[in-house]
């Protein structure tokens, strides 16, 4: 996985005609496109995922869940359903913006990781439940700031979803904080590595 500041750099290279081009050819619509990127295994909870979009759909007709990423659940993906679409696997920094340009929010109900970083190099807020409290990532995720924390149950979790959509506003709230962290934490990545590497050049500290 690369270096935040790349895909940021990344994102702000995206046009506004590559984002219509891409929404056109996965039939969304702005303001209804969810995105989940990542392996598709357990630590993913699928049938979580799934079940939330299910809520998100009958709540919010048009929503739809980008899914990109490979792993043992990839075909109950594939079978799921119209508002459920699968995508090649996100790699690369150029694919990765893309489908980020795309998607209005990042959903992960299972281990958040470094997806917490890629949310504000994406500038696309990541909607989380509860239980990532205990997740590493967790640390600079702020509940109504820069991320949506909800209840650790998928109806729940889905309503939570459809409720940010449907309040544009605190969209653009979220993602204003998630561009301004994205700034914030390359800049203190760069300080800590610099700081290592003198700490490294004067007392041979590996």
Known sequence: MSAPGALA????????????????????RPGLTGLYAGALD????????????????ALLPGFRLLVAGD????????????????????????HRA?????????LAPG????????????????VITD???RDPGFGCLEDGRNA???PDDPDAYGAAVAELLTRP?????????????????TVEGRTARAAHGVEHLVHGIP
């Open 131 to 133: 239980r990532a409290e």
């Open 71 to 94: 792993g043992e659940r990839r075909t109950a993906v594939e079978d799921h359903g119209p508002h459920v679409v699968p995508v090649p696997g996100a790699s690369g920094d150029d």
């Open 42 to 57: 357990g630590a993913a909870r699928v049938p979580f995922l799934l079940a939330a979009a299910d809520r998100t759909a």
């Open 169 to 185: 506003r605190r969209l653009a709230c979220l993602r204003r904080a998630c561009r301004a962290d994205a700034q914030r934490y």
């Open 148 to 150: 949506v924390v909800a």
């Open 111 to 126: 281990a958040v990781g470094p997806l917490a970083a890629d949310s504000f190099a994406l500038r696309t807020p990541l």
């Open 98 to 106: 893309l489908l980020g340009a795309v998607a209005d929010v990042l």
């Open 9 to 28: 750099a990344a994102r702000d290279r995206i046009t506004e005609e590559r984002v219509r081009a891409t929404r056109a050819r996965y039939g969304l």
